[in-house]
DNA sequence: ATGGTGATGGTAAGCGCTTTCCAGCCGCGC
DNA sequence: GCGCGGCTGGAAAGCGCTTACCATCACCAT
């Protein structure tokens, strides 16, 4: 190849077209087009060939965006998140990637730092990249937002996909965790501990995640009867810091608790460090400590964290695949079941007096 | 507004376009490309905000792969890493598509499970996508790949902006974490705490941030001189996993080390829970454990996990910088500090005979 | 022989947007 | 009073690709 017929040498804006392989195998565009990108029209063997090699020698890169203009659909789907670096995140992004991957879709992923407004914006934006779905991973909002069931409603009215991970007040398929069943399973657990004096670590209220373990947890409460006294709820940051300031002002209010439950393990984390640490707590001599969730290291933790397991890895490979099946005639919800994992951090309640 | 004179209504491929927005406001499709989408030129304030009413009565959603076709650029940067819900990518990421959002840029993320090929086929993906730059996150590896040069060379020559995280041996910016000197600091500490008999938890041989901890904490042990006995290499998987399987093998062949490296954090949690669960030996009392990196949790271990400190977020937003200023004459690297810290999981060399 | 039937290749019309020209118009100075 | 430069708006030529639709051609049944 001499270096004045390679049409790489103009390169202006992009490099390589498909016209240039074309010119160079001699066919036209179309037959190019048809062997180099999946088509129903068969092409002869020999042009095939002669085109495959000429792109090849050009190094040609097929155009993305112009492929996506001319079939009104692309290739990549869309992820929002809270924040990247948060553990059940990354957990749910991983199975969602891992299945898009498999059918050949790259991610766009796009996190809100935990901002409802943001969630709105990168949705339109998603849409005008024209993405194929849109997966919200977040937990929904308390009465979602008026703005996001619009923005998502266009998105899907204009033939895009859309599944929800968690509960969200929205009219999408979405992958449900047992967030009011698995908290109602601590609530048993403590009791069955014989814990009467107990404290809450919520994360923000209007969270749809924290409302339904809240409420699961203080309904099995009471139903159990007893005369065990309300739990004192603690709302902070969901997050370990959030864990920690939650746990110091549960504690100085309440000293009497026994046992802390933590809405999710990053607060539980927060709860540990600021019961051993700061505040000189053996736990779960103590204090008992309770999370939710079960991120991947909360078994390394000392004592080891009791928790209610979420296959999140799972959870988000679910949701990337409802959103890549055809659309349903109705939202589509998908259980996903919670199991109570119970390791060091609980024990039986300290007897009074002692 | 008629249902009729909606020109979503004939809602075909795509939705609203510029065209239906340029009609209702009863201007030419320049005019309202000039308002919608930035231009240097200027348009009259009555015409323009007749397309801005226009536009939002029609929900106008712009077509981004048409842009994209039109201007030949997107706004969108690939991120490449190993594992996405690896902490250490995951903040890596975070820090990367915090700047990514700052200048306006959507963020495609793909991650290769570790697999050299994958690297090298998404690099491929994100130049066919147009992506205005890549950032390549993963470790590389020893003699980096022919294949993976010519990906990025490629990519570059069209236009393209490459950076990457940790050496790599490729002519490109890049962000360098002080892993020898880190990885010699760790040395020290161990010789002036009286370690004699070490072991060291190695990732794959293969990954540069491997082979250059490795050969700084080497050279300085051997540099530091005295009568110590050369460190055992156990080589696994650079997870937790792989630490913990290290460490059982390691103190199998080399029961009289009082310390252990962990050439990662993951490896440093495993090797934590080998030595404590499994073999029932104190850290740091009959052995110390240090890690590298330093994760967000490793504060929370019992003890408190002595690591290298790396400013992850730090290291993805400095390379997603360097990725979107113009290129430079010839590769820049900036080089990143690491910081002892050190915490409970260290302690003097237990004393021959006790 | 001859019209019919598939296969295969080419032509050309877009996909939705940006951007270069060009035309019209204003106000200005000489 | 008239030409000229500075502005604003529109027409139209693409950006690189897909995909009807059409033209051939070989081959078969009649």
Do not use: C, K
Not at 7 to 21: E, H, I
Not at 48 to 60: C, D
């Amino acid at each position: 190849m001499q270096p004045g017929d390679d049409p790489r040498a103009r390169r202006g804006p992009g490099g390589v077209t498909l016209r240039d392989v074309a010119e160079r195998a001699g066919v036209s565009l179309a037959t190019a087009s048809r062997v180099l990108n999946g088509s129903s029209r068969v092409v002869g063997p020999d042009l095939a060939a002669r085109v495959g090699r000429a792109a090849a020698e050009l190094r040609y890169a097929a155009n993305g965006p112009a492929q996506a203009l001319a079939r009104a659909t692309t290739n990549v789907a869309g992820l929002v998140v809270h924040e990247v670096d948060d553990p059940y995140f990354a957990s749910i992004a991983a199975g969602a990637m891992r299945v898009a991957t498999e059918h050949g879709l790259l991610t766009m992923m796009a996190s809100t730092s935990r901002d409802a407004g943001r969630e709105v914006e990168y949705v339109h934006r998603f849409q005008a990249q024209r993405v194929r779905a849109v997966l919200l991973a977040g937990s929904g909002r308390v009465g979602d937002g008026e703005e996001l069931g619009r923005a998502l409603a266009d998105f899907a009215d204009g033939g895009g996909r859309v599944a929800l991970v968690s509960e969200h007040d929205l009219p999408f398929d979405t992958v449900l965790p047992a967030n009011r069943r698995g908290a109602a399973a601590v609530a048993r657990l403590l009791r069955d501990l014989g814990h009467r004096e107990v404290g809450v670590l919520a994360g923000p209220g209007e969270l749809r995640t924290v409302a339904d373990r809240l409420a699961g947890f203080l309904d099995a409460w009471e139903q159990l009867g007893g005369d065990r006294s309300e739990p004192v709820v603690v709302e902070a940051d969901f997050s370990r810091a959030g864990g920690h300031a939650a746990t110091l002002s549960l504690l100085a209010r309440a000293p009497q608790v026994t046992a802390v439950f933590a809405l999710n393990d990053l607060m539980a984390v927060g709860a540990l460090s600021a019961l051993q640490a700061d505040l000189g707590r053996r736990v779960p001599d103590d204090v008992s400590v309770v999370g939710f969730d079960d991120l991947w290291f909360t078994g390394d933790l000392q004592p080891a964290l009791t928790t209610v397991r979420l296959p999140l890895e799972e959870m988000g490979a679910r949701a990337m695949e409802l959103v890549l099946s055809p659309a349903p005639a109705d939202p589509r919800r998908v259980p996903v079941p919670a199991e109570l994992l119970v390791r060091g951090s609980t024990g039986p309640a300290r007897r009074p007096g002692t």
